[in-house]
């Protein structure tokens, strides 16, 4: 029996989503046969035992070094951007997913193009503000106005004309300090799973594809039903393109565990990429445990999987 720390909550926009990802994990531990330790950390940062008790940072240490792996499932910053990667790593207790360089690389958007350019791979056009230069910034055209550093589509607004681009950025701000304003990118909707295994290998999940309009917001995510189609229907031109774009990034941005890859597919067929996110969301009805439950792998089989091999 593995004891496996499960720490959820956080202080971003996505603590109520990061609960369930947490809930959903402990259930899938409870029935894998493993000892699940839950850890909430509230909205203020405070971290707190399974009984809902306060507990300092000595107290998180000691709970975390009792136990064999940790398995992290707090979404946004404080969580994914590898800040709990890191305390891991300085408290010496094996870490499910990736490592600090890379979480915080790929929680930061505008740092993620940057890498999968490099790569190759093709990226929307667009600009980073701050409060500073957004003072004097004009749009153009159609745009997607987005936080640089977070999640669950928080703060993300389709702007189709320049009038309504103040209230956009108003939006972002939000969320983050540094804001990411890109060209509208029109195609389908693509997410690519990645699970890294300890030999090397890559399995890739069949992939899914996101039916919806405009900005698949958070009301869209999770205010009922998502239109999510698995596997996406691709021809095998495509399917190899995004697959070989997936993979690449996670192993440039060093990744471990599973991550998501989101694109868009023109026209063209040549992808765009979105988004890269190394703690996506985990509920046994989140976009990563479908696609792999499409290619055989239950919730309890993937999250045991994720475990035994961070153990």
């Known amino acids: 029996m593995t004891r496996v720390a499960v720490i959820g909550g956080g202080t971003s926009a996505e603590h109520e989503v990061s609960l369930a990802s947490a809930a959903g994990v402990v259930g899938a531990l409870l029935e894998g046969g493993h000892d699940p330790v839950a850890l909430t950390i509230d909205r203020d940062g405070d971290w707190h035992d399974a009984g809902g008790c306060l507990i300092g940072l000595p107290g998180v240490v000691h709970v975390l070094r009792t136990c064999d792996v940790v398995l992290p ?3 946004g910053r404080g969580g994914e951007d590898g800040a709990l990667a890191a305390l891991c790593a300085f408290v010496g207790v094996p870490c499910v997913g990736t490592p600090l360089t890379g979480s915080a690389i790929g929680m930061d958007k505008a740092a993620a193009k940057l890498a999968a350019a490099d790569l190759g791979i093709r990226v929307a056009s667009g600009r980073v503000l701050t409060r500073a230069s957004a003072a004097g910034y004009e749009g153009t055209g159609p745009a997607v106005v987005k936080p640089v550093g977070a999640g669950s589509s928080r703060g993300v607004t389709l702007v189709e004309d320049a009038a309504a681009l103040p209230a956009a950025l108003a939006a972002a701000f939000e969320h983050d300090d540094r804001v ?22 890559r399995r890739v999940a069949p992939m899914l594809e996101i039916l919806r309009d405009g900005v698949f917001d958070f009301d869209a995510k999770y205010g009922g039903e998502p239109p999510f189609v ?14 070989a774009d997936a993979v690449a990034l996670y192993d440039a941005l060093g990744c471990r565990g599973v991550a998501r890859v989101d694109f868009f597919v023109p026209d063209d067929g040549v992808p765009v990429f979105n988004e890269i996110n ?3 969301g985990f509920t046994p009805a989140s976009q990563v445990p479908r696609m792999f439950a499409a290619d055989g792998l239950s919730y309890v089989e993937l999250v045991d999987l994720l475990v035994a091999d961070a153990s």
Request: hydrophobic content about 45%; cysteine-free.
């Open 73 to 75: 499932m707090v979404h």
């Open 180 to 201: 990411l304003v890109e060209e509208v990118v029109r195609g389908r909707e693509i997410d690519v799973a990645v699970l890294g295994r300890p030999d090397g290998s």
């Open 230 to 243: 698995v596997p996406a229907p691709l021809d095998d031109a495509t399917w190899a393109r995004l697959r």
């Open 278 to 280: 190394t703690v996506p």
